[in-house]
């Protein structure tokens, strides 16, 4: 089983950045997908970006691209979002998630979950 845990939220001005880190423990991460997606009070929950086990393919949703990047640290079993030039409709609780798919953008395909984190962009 496989525990995440996500930090680096918190309230930034719209422009400003933010990088988001899913540390895992139980096991080791290198050999899951693992994405980030993304929940905003009253939506549904939504894909962000996701990232194979080796770190080689990534995939972004269209509102995200060029702003945000993921990336992974095996050795650290960390994933982290990097998140550029945020707006305020990307505030909402973060979540990041594991896949022993080889890579995966669908929510049903992951399978352990964190807890979230929140962020706030303001105008």
């Known amino acids: 089983q496989v525990q995440l845990v996500e930090s680096g939220g918190g309230l930034v001005q719209a422009g400003g950045s933010l990088r988001l880190s899913c540390a895992a423990s139980g096991r080791t991460l290198s050999s899951y997908a693992m994405g980030w997606f993304r929940q905003a009070p009253g939506k549904e929950r939504e894909f962000v970006a996701a990232i194979s086990w080796s770190g080689i393919t990534t995939h972004y949703a269209d509102s995200v691209k060029g702003r945000f990047t993921i990336s992974r640290d095996n050795a650290k079993n960390t994933v982290y979002l990097q998140m550029n030039s945020l707006k305020p409709e990307d505030t909402a609780d973060y979540y990041c998630?594991?896949?022993?798919?080889?890579?995966?953008?669908?929510?049903?395909?992951?399978?352990?979950w964190g807890q979230g984190t929140q962020v706030t962009v303001s105008s």
């Open positions: 998630a594991s896949s022993s798919s080889a890579v995966a953008t669908i929510s049903s395909a992951f399978h352990y």
